[in-house]
Nanobody, 114 residues
Framework: VQLQASGGGLVQAGGSLRLSCAAS????????MGWYRQAPGKERELVAR???????NYVDFVKGRFTISRDIRKKMSYLQMADLKPEDTAVYYC?????????WGQGTQVTVSS
């Protein structure tokens, strides 16, 4: 099983990026898919996650700016990020919960310049 994250890059403050996460090798349904981030010197933290039902949860610091979505059939997860701030700079990881275990992608760097 594998998660492949993409879409990171360098953007100016106020800009937008869309991250994608492709899950492969997972047989059957994937439970939660989510996005986490880790800034230098900080612990990895949840950004947003979505259940198969479509119910989404966001942490307060991204509410109204980030939108998570997923394509159940394609086993894809997306994170649309708008109004990016320098403090959003981090490596973003996608995560999938499948058959009781957590799986992580390799991370994609997002850098927001002021």
């Amino acid at each position: 099983v594998q998660l492949q994250a993409s879409g990171g890059g360098l953007v100016q403050a106020g800009g937008s990026l869309r991250l994608s996460c492709a899950a492969s090798g997972f047989i059957g349904s994937v439970n939660y898919m989510g996005w986490y981030r880790q800034a230098p010197g900080k612990e990895r933290e949840l950004v947003a996650r979505m259940a198969p039902s479509g119910e989404a949860n966001y942490v307060d610091f991204v509410k109204g700016r980030f939108t998570i979505s997923r394509d159940i059939r394609k086993k894809m997860s997306y994170l649309q990020m708008a109004d990016l701030k320098p403090e959003d700079t981090a490596v973003y990881y996608c995560k999938a919960c499948w058959r009781g275990a957590d799986y992580w992608g390799q991370g994609t760097q997002v850098t927001v310049s002021s």
